[in-house]
């Protein structure tokens, strides 16, 4: 967390010297979900947690609710690969060469996920089962929520190439690789 701190306050920094003077300014900011990326400790996002149950370090997976007006009850979120995030990223800096102002591009696959369907392509990845529990909701959590990538493809070409089955599958190699407790 520390980094993701210092991270926004450098991009405010920044951002208070590019208002000072604006005929320069290229700013572009970039909207993203859930991103899979590997923590040290316990993890606050699904991925990491599923990872670590399913490699023995955690008891179960928490589900947050199972009465959400979704599919199978879960909440749904857009998971994003962190290659295809990075890929994101190069392909905004490349446009941001040769483009002033601002603009808002939501990095992400268009496709929601729910909570059961993260931990049944987990199952299928590791090849065997990952416990879980459901739980309480959580208080503010909404139902449903993933991006609309559309400006991505248009203004920059990009467009996530992982699909859930590849993040899960490559979640699981680096777990049980280079295990993370």
Same mark, same amino acid.
């Given at each position: 967390?520390?980094? =993701?701190?210092?991270?926004?306050?450098?991009?405010?920094?920044? *951002?208070? *010297?590019?208002?000072?003077?604006?005929?320069?300014?290229? %700013?572009?900011?970039?909207?993203?979900?859930?991103?899979?990326?590997?923590?040290?400790?316990?993890?606050?996002? @699904?991925?990491?947690?599923?990872?670590?149950?399913?490699?023995?370090?955690?008891?179960?997976?928490?589900?947050?609710?199972?009465?959400?007006?979704?599919?199978?009850?879960?909440?749904?979120?857009?998971?994003?690969?962190?290659?295809?995030?990075?890929?994101?990223?190069?392909?905004?800096?490349?446009?941001?060469?040769?483009?002033?102002?601002?603009?808002?591009?939501?990095?992400?696959?268009?496709?929601?996920?729910?909570?059961?369907?993260? *931990?049944?392509?987990?199952?299928?990845?590791?090849?065997?089962? =990952?416990?879980?529990?459901?739980?309480?909701?959580?208080?503010?959590?909404?139902?449903?929520?993933?991006?609309?990538?559309?400006?991505? @493809?248009?203004?920059?070409?990009?467009?996530?190439?992982?699909?859930?089955?590849?993040?899960?599958?490559?979640?699981?190699? %680096?777990?049980?690789?280079?295990?993370?407790?």
């Amino acid at each position: 967390m520390r980094f =993701v701190n210092t991270f926004f306050k450098l991009c405010s920094y920044k *951002i208070k *010297i590019a208002a000072r003077k604006p005929f320069w300014l290229r %700013f572009h900011l970039l909207l993203y979900v859930q991103f899979i990326k590997e923590y040290c400790g316990i993890p606050n996002n @699904l991925l990491p947690y599923v990872a670590r149950v399913a490699a023995g370090i955690l008891p179960a997976v928490q589900v947050f609710g199972n009465d959400y007006d979704t599919p199978d009850g879960t909440g749904v979120r857009d998971y994003i690969h962190v290659v295809d995030l990075a890929k994101g990223h190069v392909n905004v800096a490349e446009y941001c060469s040769c483009h002033k102002g601002w603009i808002a591009i939501n990095l992400g696959t268009g496709v929601g996920y729910s909570v059961l369907d993260i *931990i049944h392509a987990y199952e299928k990845a590791c090849g065997k089962p =990952v416990p879980y529990k459901i739980v309480a909701r959580r208080p503010g959590d909404v139902a449903s929520n993933w991006a609309n990538p559309q400006r991505a @493809l248009e203004l920059l070409g990009w467009k996530a190439q992982y699909n859930l089955q590849d993040m899960c599958e490559h979640s699981w190699n %680096f777990q049980k690789n280079c295990p993370v407790e």
